[in-house]
């Protein structure tokens, strides 16, 4: 049974960052990518950052031009876990924060075949 845990959202001022984590049970690591997705309000599901298997080892991709130049993907093997390292922050990036697991990279929300429940950043003054 994949599960993927987020957390590491909340509330901060514009220009922070913030490390998002994304916990994964057993060998998910092993055999799937992992992806970051976001959501805001009355938006699509937009495709962030994926760090492929380490099965793969194929490095990672962004996808997004919004989060260019401001986000790093990362994985600690020892801990299981893929981070999102978001920096200067912006009041648009104010979503609900996903991470997801799929067999290779890709951006494309349809072909995830796990999620996690999700994680709130909200960037304000």
Known sequence: QVQLVESGGGL???GSSLRLSCAASGR???FYAIIWFR??????????SCIS????????????DSM??????SRDNAKNTVYLQMNSLKAEDTAVYYCA???GCT???GAMLYWGQGTQVTVSS
Do not use: F, W
């Open 68 to 73: 260019k130049g401001r986000s790093t993907i």
């Open 101 to 103: 697991a799929a067999p």
């Open 39 to 48: 959501q805001a309000p009355g938006k699509e599901r937009e495709g962030l």
């Open 28 to 30: 998910t690591l092993d």
């Open 53 to 64: 298997s380490r099965d793969l080892n194929e490095g990672s991709i962004d996808y997004s």
């Open 107 to 109: 951006n494309a929300a």
């Open 12 to 14: 901060v001022q514009p």
